[in-house]
């Protein structure tokens, strides 16, 4: 019955009859539906587990307490209803469904389950599978014992207890939950599973564990094991984050070139034309493109049982929409359609047009874009508003076409499925989720945390430089105005932009300070410092600070100008020496300081004379010796360069420099305090404060690259106007920001190290860790003095403050005192620049490590820091105060570290005495009593104390390498570990430290190309200081001490600085300047409630880009309450079909979205967030398959029924389905490798060196890999879990050894890169890789180990046939008998689809029936079907072959190919020398379509002359197809010159001396030159190694190896070894047919096989005809 619709709601209407006409129209039209899933290759994770991650990832502490819950209270596991009562900002609720539903932490749970599985192997075999059980490791042990049930594991908690070391064999992850901290010395791993059937067993465990008591010599760490094999233990994870795509194959989806001048005036492109011009103009923009021309109809209309004259006259409010609705059931009838180019020009504006109309924007992109072969016809026909038109030019003025780019939260989002999909944007927007439920958990309103971590006002980056500025530093050897050979350089900085081009302007001023310390004993240093002064003339000012070797704080002498009198039970104070005990260090500083002072000349000639003197000596040291003969050589030079006075006099002025060295004023005292002041390390140099360390300034040049660099910076600014003429260099540099001192914990990237310790990858990142507010916000904190007092209780706005927390572990660390109350005291920083600053001080001392003294000294801090003034008094009484404990604690760290000095067995009672002398000196009188009582009344730690304490232990989490004796330093949750020993801190550091964590308060300083771009007053129109933001919050009933500002700005430290990717505010700044009718805002859907994230975009509707980009768009847009704003930026003219392919963005939404729907309310909500890719088509192209995952997964087909790379409608069937899955079976992890030279700089790139990785506890390796030369990249692949690399046995591990071992941890979709740097061994060269194997090398036993031997056959994971020896016997052979003594052949082919696996099998049959030489055929896995993979093995062992499936993933530097044909091409090319065992010394490449009639050892045995490989040339003995013979012609005819054009159908390889010439790295190089122009290399396979036979010569094999109807002559056929099936250009007949007509024999064997086929068990292969003629990417695509 024909629907018209009564009184009914108009929004229901149209739901109602779209979901029926989408139905009645697909049934008329023959539909088909394509549902594709990609599962895990481990077991399912239980949601529970997911769960409990998530709660660990913001609260580890809680997470261990909820488990423990869980356990008490003896209940199932719930799938996530636990979890969300423990969230208090629903953002983060929503994101934990999320996360679950997309199985986000199940690499993460399965590496630990591969722990378990390990330890159970080695340990726990008496436990019953699938139960929980636990590893106890005692100190008192060697090895661990395994308990199996609970009331074991409680006796073994009471019979054993504290103490010993740690035991040695355990190893602890960084993954690994605590549920119970302890010492260290006794832990306990509890495995289980959180699944329904595995929880009851664990629950026994952690029962036991809630009991213990606290504080507990236990440590109890928790992993996730396997559960029952039952229904909930098999199966595995529904994954998502994927794309899907049905490609249309290109030979049938192709505009028609019929776009003349008559079309473009004929009667359709004229009534286009009217239709797209609009009504009569009069509504602009945005309203215009809400408007339709609705035409009244004539009769009745039907459509699809639709009755669309009485839906326009009962509906007149959605008239417009009912009408263009009609329209596209019209064309839909006809999605095939294949429209003509004038027909297609607009689509881009159309597509626009019809988004921007929606009503849901967001959907409509995803549906347009994703299924845009079904939409083109009907869009074609649409009007286009003339505000598109008429602003189109405008919006080409500020961007070009093709421009796409995103801002995700401030931050960058490549245009790229792999940033993109949902793993790499949930990687993005993890921390600012654990960030929201942190701040909401501390009593910050939801709706303002989402605003402070989504507000980036700074660049993220610290300052670079150091403040080089000091009263300390002495005065230059090297002064530039002094110099009389620049007297005619330049005398203003506009004399920067006249020098030679790449050299250093002739400026006679001192733009560059240049800075070298070093140990002037260290012959080395010296030298290079006499080399700096040859360097001169320069624009600069040189200054050498010596200084003689240090020894930490340890030598630490009483000062009775600051403390005081010396207490009489100290030591004597110790004999004066020289600082550091180096006499040669001091004397030549000494003598230096003395030279320099009487002129610049005096010091150089005396530098330049200590390194004349060195260099006479018949045997240099690399050190001054400490000797008399050496300190009186320093003294011979010093005289010959003071040349005054006789030899008497010098004497006595020899010992009065000497005797003066440490005396305050002195060089040598100065140099010590610029040094220490700054954190210098010993030797560094600065340029303009640039820190450099020896492995970056040492390299030839360095210091002049360094200059060069300044002076680019210069030239820039003088160019643009920021610096005048007679401007201040120096001030330039500081004004971009410096640091008042370094510490590598402090700025990591700071220094430039050069060599490979200056790599990226191998420098330190900020860690950040939070305090239990609870007890966090009970601490007492001092204030710095710029405070006028803190007289309420309340956040304040308007200051950025700084709250650190000092915990103290040992006696020697009491030095930290000194430093943080110096800082507070007199913080250095200058009133009125910037916003206000304030710091906040509290410690806490850690007496349980048993250290004598410890406990005293905590008391005494405890004390000082309650000490409060009267109550009532005002705030400059509460400043006395403060003032008068941070005195008092300043004397205890002055005082304390000299008395250990003198004293390193310091009693408990002189620490008190100690104390009290800091009271009595610092503290008035009237408060005194209260003070020493306060004292003496704290004589443990108060709660809140002991439970900080057990945190800080905490922030190790897996860091064994930590010894829990560190001095701990966090400021507003920035955490440095200060080792005993290390470089100390000063009061300078933590100035430094403090800029550091303001860097994301202070706006960046906008550049003079944004000042041109940017609008007045829109930037940072809302930007709030933190202060503001908290004070705001309290405004609306918020109320938070002020303390609980340490808190939030380590929260947002903490997700700002681990974002993923940098700071990116573009779009933003783009949105407003396009014209309206491209933009497209869309509002949180529900305003008042937080948003909690912001999406600016540019991106072109109807690109491949967009298909992906929409389902992120969509899902954070609807679901997450997100803010979006577009920038539509479509082709204006179109030529040919922009998007080709339906697709299919695989997410599996929360149930509900942001503004209270569900996800089945939503139009097509079950398909758009199933978790499956689900397509309803109706099209009659054949379509080709393809998963578009993350580069980090190895994904291949499992199952399929139809051929995926040939899908058809009238195969599959009208309404029936074709169901295929996908197994993510490894994960990659991608790397590089280089060899380091002596001095630790990478010489080269580890070519050829052949490394494998182990799972820990594993006793075989898993993976091997072989290093490209091209970056030193590899790749190596796994299961998620820990692993160890190692060089593999034989030439590498001969020639090379490990310089650095990490271990390699798999625990992520997304793996980090890996770094492995090797050295070569004494007497070792690298060719000697590449030399004869000698003892090392094995007999090819089948499959090679690791990557080529553990290769599993499809079957159930079963070790493949290829194990098996060669010469075994084989049943039913119809050849004779094998030779055992023969060489084994190697055969590589490729093949993809149904068609060409049956072509493959044919062509195995072949060469197996010629040759009597042992075969090893090797097959590319990604490309392969289900079928074919069940098939071979089969076929294997019926015909007595070896074969191995082997894959490469195309490694993330080299271009990408899309198109599945062209990627196959590639693989047969481009990683010959990575994708088989060095074991393999040659290759023959076969195509599958090929007919083998000769023995295939002659081909193998052929001598290629030292040529890496051979083609056969092309044939050129059939006249008919002269025409097509494009090497011929044109540019191939030129650039070949007379060497041949060779056919790639066929082709042997010398592996070994391919990868000895490096030929592999050369053709990727080529290639990755030549695809940066797509129209290139359009037969990639064959056009990249015969464009580069000039590099890399090809030997021409005879012509008979390759014989071809197309290319040759029916004459030369009776010679011919091979036959291949090439495509006729001129019949493009097809392949089984013209198989069965040119190749006699073809039919028998392709019986033979297919008898076969249905023998073993599998469905015979059936290609249709159209299977069998291949799509052609372009006419001169001969041989495939």
Known sequence: MPLAGNAVPSWLLLSVFSALASFAAAASKGTFDVRAKLVSGWPRTPSAAQSLEFIRDIDDAQAGEWLLELASKQTSVDELAPAKTLLISSSAATYQELLVRNSYYSPRIECLRSLERTDRQLYGKSCPAGTAWALVWQSSSASPLAVCDAATLAKVFKEHSAGGKSPAGFVGSQLDLRLQQGAGTNIVIVYGAMSTSGFPSLSTFLREVAVLQKPSPWEVIFRHADGFAGSEGLGEDLLTGYGFELAIK?????????????????????NRRSSNTGSDGSTEGDLELKQASVQELEGQLEIDGLLFHVLLNRHPTVRARVWAFKEQLEVERDTDQILKAWEIKDIGLQATAK???SPNPLLALMQLSQNFPSHVVGLSRSSIPDALRTQSDQLRRIMRHGTEVFSLNGRLVRPDHSDLSLFPLMQTLHPFFLGVERLARIGVSEAVACDILKEIKGSGQGASRLDWRSPHLAMPIYAVLKDKETQRWGANLRSLLFGFPGGLSPVRLPLYKIIFVFDPAEVEDLNFAASLLGQMPLPANLHLVMLPPTSGTGNIQWNEDVLGEQPSWLAAPASKGSPGGSTASTAIA????????????????????????????????????????????????WAAVMHKGTAGDMDQLW?????NASKPGSYLENATSYAASLGTPVPCMLVNGKLMMKGAYDGQHALL???????????????????????????????????????????????????EAGMKTQSKSADYDLWPSDFFLKLPFLDSLEMVGVETNAVHGGEIRFFHVVVLRRLCQTYLLQTFASHLLSPGRKAGEGPALSSHWAVLVDGSKGETGLVELGNCVRGLMRLEAEAGADNDEKRNVNRQ????????????????????????????????????????VSLKPRAQTLVADAVSATGYEAHLLAHATRMRKGDWSRTGQEALWVCNGRRIYLEDGGQPISARHVLALELMEAQYDFAEPASAEDDEQQEPAQEHAESKALSDWLAGDAGKGATLPISAYGLVAAIRSAVLSHGKNERFTQPAKIFDMVPSAFRLHLPPALPQVASPITIYGILDPLSEVSQSASAALALFGMVFNAEVKLVLNPPMRVTEYPLKRYYREVVHWPERLADGRTLAELEDGASVGSGRAEMTLATQHTLTAAVHALPTWLVASREAIHDMDNLRAKDIGQGKACETTYVLRQLYVEGQALVLGDEGWPIATAKGVQFEITGKGALQASDDTIVMGNLGYFQVKGDPGLYKASLKSGPSNDTFELATVQDLEVSSYITPPHQLRVLLREGKAHDDLFGPEGSHRKKNKGAAGGLFGALKSMLGGEDAVTDREPEAPVPQMEVSSLSSGHETIHIFSVASGHLYEKLLGIMILSVRNNTQNPLHFWFIDQFLSPHFKAFIPKLSERYNFKYDFVTYKWPSWLNPQSEKQRLIWAYKILFLDVLFPQGVPKIIFIDADQVVRADVRELWDI???????????????????????????????????????????????????????????????????????????????????????????????PPEWLWCETWCSQETKAAAKTIDLCQNPLTKEPKIVMARRIISEWQSYHDEVEHFRVEAGLAVMEPSNSLASKPEQSMGKPEL
């Not at 028609?256 to 004229?270: D, Q, V």
């Not at 680019?712 to 640091?739: I, K, M, N, P, W």
């Open 250 to 270: 290109s030979s049938e989806y192709k505009t028609h070139a019929e776009e003349k001048k008559e079309e473009a005036t004929s009667e359709g492109e004229a």
């Open 355 to 357: 988004i921007k109309a």
């Open 705 to 755: 690259q360094s200059v060069a660099e300044d002076q680019q910076r210069l030239q820039q600014a003088v160019y643009t106007g920021q610096l005048q003429e007679d401007g201040d260099a120096e001030a330039y540099f500081l004004s971009g920001g410096v640091l008042s001192a370094y510490h590598p914990d402090i700025a990591p990237d700071m220094a430039e190290r050069g060599g």
């Open 885 to 924: 404990k941070l005195a008092a604690l300043k004397f205890i760290g002055l005082a304390l570290p000299a008395a250990l000095s003198a004293k390193p067995d310091l009693s408990s009672s002189r620490v008190q005495d100690l104390c009290r002398l800091a009271i009595d000196k610092k503290i008035e």
């Open 590 to 637: 000494a003598a230096f300081g003395h030279a320099l002072a009487k002129g610049r000349r005096r010091g150089q000639e005396f530098v330049n004379g200590l390194v004349k003197w060195m260099q006479e000596r018949s045997q240099a040291p690399s050190r001054w010796q400490d000797t008399k003969e050496y300190v009186e050589g320093i003294k011979s030079v």
């Open 655 to 659: 010992e009065e420099v000497l005797e």
């Open 1503 to 1597: 001598d290629l002359k030292g040529n890496v490989y051979g083609f056969t040339p092309m044939g050129d003995t059939n006249p008919a197809t002269e025409g097509f013979r494009f090497w011929k012609q044109g540019y191939w005819k030129g650039h070949l010159g007379e060497k041949p054009y060779h056919i790639s159908a066929l082709f042997v390889v010398d592996l070994k001396e391919l990868r000895r010439t490096s030929t592999g790295e050369t053709l990727r190089g080529v290639y990755n030159q030549l695809s940066r122009d797509p129209n290139s290399l359009a037969n990639l396979d064959q056009d990249l190694p015969n464009f580069a036979q000039h590099q890399v010569p090809i030997y021409s094999l």
